[in-house]
């Protein structure tokens, strides 16, 4: 069975701090990982990689996959309270019309 | 340029009643997908459709139906509301292998 999971579920951290979260995965056709951010709302788009060793950035946002040991990475350096939010990371798959599979997700809480 | 929109915003129902999430996309995309996102659970599948005029289970597809009743919109529909089904439901799109881009969601309660 196709799997996804992230850790820590939650995590609370000071304004300034560094973060990493994590996300490990197993899946038979493995196509792409993405992350994404959730606030009050929908969901949006932070980073696809396909491929291992090869760091996305964003601002203070980073992440990078190692498909050996299948797992990926985001990290958020000096972190404000606008970051506080669920990190929501999914694997696309190669086959099934490119579905994604969902981990449960990270809450971040930032505080002042 | 609205990107994916779904209504309504809120709903509550009481069991056994009948309602239908409408969720149309303007971004010339193939692929729309339902989703449900309940609390520690993470954004589970309900239904998805590859393309106008096809529609796949997902993960937890029982008491729902769906329509692609076109490119640019695809219905959720109730036929007998639960409590179980409780949630907040979103709409996705994309373009085969592109990222998907999500509605602001439905959060419904059922009494």
């Given amino acids: ?112 | 340029n609205a990107g994916v929109t779904q209504t309504p915003k809120f709903q509550v129902l009481k069991t056994g009643q009948s309602m239908t999430l409408q969720c149309a996309q303007d971004m010339n995309h193939n692929s729309m997908y339902w989703y449900r996102q309940d609390p520690g659970m993470g954004l589970r599948l309900i239904y998805y459709s590859a393309s106008e005029g096809t529609t796949d289970k997902g993960e937890v597809p029982n008491g729902y139906n769906v329509s692609r009743l076109n490119k640019r919109e695809f219905s959720l529909r109730l036929e007998s509301a639960a409590p179980s089904q409780t949630s907040v439901y979103f709409c996705a799109s994309s373009s085969y292998t592109d990222t998907q881009y999500f509605g602001p969601g439905t959060r419904l309660t059922v009494l």
């Fill in chain 1, 1 to 112: 069975e196709d799997k996804v999971v992230q850790s820590p579920l939650s995590l609370v951290v000071h304004e300034g701090d560094t973060v990493t979260l994590n996300c490990s995965y197993e899946v038979t056709n493995f196509r792409s990982l993405l992350w994404y951010k959730q606030e009050k709302k929908a969901p949006t788009f932070l980073f696809m990689l396909t491929s291992s060793g090869i760091e996305k950035k964003s601002g203070r946002l980073s992440s990078i996959l190692d498909k050996k040991e299948l797992f990926s990475i985001l990290n958020i350096t000096a972190t404000q309270t606008g970051d506080s939010a669920i990190y929501l990371c999914a694997v696309q798959l190669s086959h099934s019309n490119y579905q994604l599979i969902w981990g449960a997700g990270t809450k971040l809480i930032i505080k002042p």
